[in-house]
C-alpha cells in the first residue's frame, strides 16, 4: 500500500519536531520550528555541518540534550514526516507538514548531489583580522579564515558587507551596488582591486579602508568606451584628503533585540522567517544596523 492513508500510525519514537497525541502524531510547536530552521540554514549554506555547528551554538539541542551533528541533520533533512508523510512498512501516514513539499525537496535534491565548495577570492589580499592575521579562503572552504586565532567570516557575508558601502560609488543612473549583481567575478574583483585598499575583521566589527575618498569617485559602466576623465578606473582625490576607514559597528543578539525593543526570542523569530538579515562572524550571528535592523523598522513603520 503506497498511496497517503488518513489512519492512525502504528507507534514508535515520535519524530523531532513532532509529539504523540490520541495515537497520532501532532505538531511539538517547540521542536517545530528548530527543525524548519534546519531546512532553512541547510538551503542557505548547503552544509550539513555547518548547520549542525549553527544550531549548536545558537543553544539548540537534540531531544536527548545532545549536540546536533551532520548525521543527525541528514536524517531529520531526509525523513519524509517534515513533508507530511510518515513511511511505514505497509503503508504512507498523512500527518501536518513541518516545511512544504517543495522546501524538503530543494534540499533532497541538495542532498543527493556531492557537496562542493567553491572557492571564492573576491578579497584575496586584502582581508587581515584584528589580530594582524591574513585571512585567506582555505581550498575546502568559502570562509576567510584566520590562521592565528581562526577566526572565521563567510565569504558571502564579507562580500555583503563590502556591498554596503558602495552607495556613492554610480555607474549611469544606478548605483555600484544595485549593479552588482550583474557584473561576473571577474569585474567583481577588479572594483574591489580599484575600491577597496583593505579589510579588517574583529569579532564585533568590520572595517574597510578605501584607496581614496569615496565622495569624489566617480565610475563608468564596466564595457563601455573610454570617456574624458573616465576611463573605466577611479579617479584620485587630491593627496591632502585624508582616507579613514569605513566602519561597520556589528550588534551581538542582546544589543540587536535592545536596539529593536523586542526580546531575543522574538528576533530570533523574525530572523528565522527572513524579516531581519544578519551576518555570521565565526559562530557568531551579528547584525548591521543600517543593512539588517533599520530596513525592518522601516517595514514596521510601513504596516502601521
Known sequence: MNKTEQIRSRGGAAPFGYRWRDGRLEIDETEAPIR????????KHRRKKTVALILNDLGYRTRNRAEFSDMAIDR????????GVRREIDADIQVDPIVSIEVWE????????REVKQPVNLFAGRVSCSCGGVMNVPSNSTKYVCPRCRIKIPSDDLESVFLSQLEPFRIGSHTLSESWA???????????????EAVTVARE?????FACDPS???????????????DGHLEQPPSNIPQEPLNEPLLSEAEAAIFLGISKSTLLRKRNAGLIGFFQVGFRILYSKEKHLMPYLTSCEGRR
Open 76 to 83: 531529520l533533512l531526509r525523513d519524509t514526516t517534515a513533508k
Open 216 to 230: 569624489l569617485l566617480k565610475t563608468a559602466a564596466l564595457g563601455q568606451p573610454m570617456q574624458p576623465g573616465l
Open 36 to 43: 524548519r530552521l534546519i531546512f532553512d540554514l541547510f538551503l
Open 205 to 209: 566589527s568590520i572595517s574597510i579602508r
Open 182 to 196: 550583474t557584473f561576473n567575478l571577474k569585474n567583481k574583483r577588479l572594483i574591489v582591486e580599484h575600491l577597496c
Open 106 to 113: 530543494r534540499a533532497n535534491t541538495l542532498l543527493g548531489t
